[in-house]
């Protein structure tokens, strides 16, 4: 959390206890956290959606680390919530983690440009749906185009917004 500028000092889980009537209580637990520059924790429902969505995925990935055994993880819109800076900072987290853990398969999706320019061509996947079938290129199969586009000199993002890869 600290490399998405996030100070955190502690993260706790804690139970939260609330009732309808004397003889029905509800137990939830949920997570809370301490930043270094505010005087009191923060509880889960107070958090931004971008922080908590960001410790949840943080938390995932480490714990899918941590069991050692194989898992995908799927993450859609995973900037969703954050600025561009934080954004950009967990996508190259999120793949970092998966490079160093040959048991973990990450699967990221969005439709966000600067999402998109944050993430390197060679980890993209694109599918262009045609009538009957769906065609998926990516580095290992059509390595050659991905290498051309590199040389125009245009963003990530446009690679999918142009028609570069109708043929």
Excluded at 64 to 83: F, K
Aim: proline share 4%; charged share 25%.
């Amino acid at each position: 959390m600290a490399r998405l500028d996030y100070k955190l000092e502690n993260i706790v889980l804690e139970t939260i206890e609330s009732s309808d009537s004397e003889d029905k209580k509800h137990i939830a637990s949920g997570l809370q956290v301490k930043e270094e520059d505010l005087p009191w924790p923060t509880s889960q429902p107070e958090m931004s959606a971008g922080m908590f969505r960001a410790l949840s995925l943080l938390i995932q990935v480490d714990y899918a680390a941590l069991a050692g055994s194989p898992s995908c993880i799927i993450i859609d819109d995973v900037g969703e919530g954050l600025d561009y800076s934080r954004s950009i900072t967990l996508i190259k987290l999120l793949i970092e983690k998966a490079q160093s853990n040959p048991n973990m398969q990450l699967i990221l999706s969005s439709n966000d440009r600067f999402v998109m320019n944050g993430v390197p061509l060679e980890y993209w996947s694109v599918i262009q749906r045609l009538p009957g079938k769906a065609k998926i290129y990516n580095y290992r199969n059509a390595k050659e185009l991905f290498d051309e586009f590199e040389f125009t000199g245009l963003s990530n993002f446009d690679f999918f917004a142009s028609n570069y890869l109708s043929i």
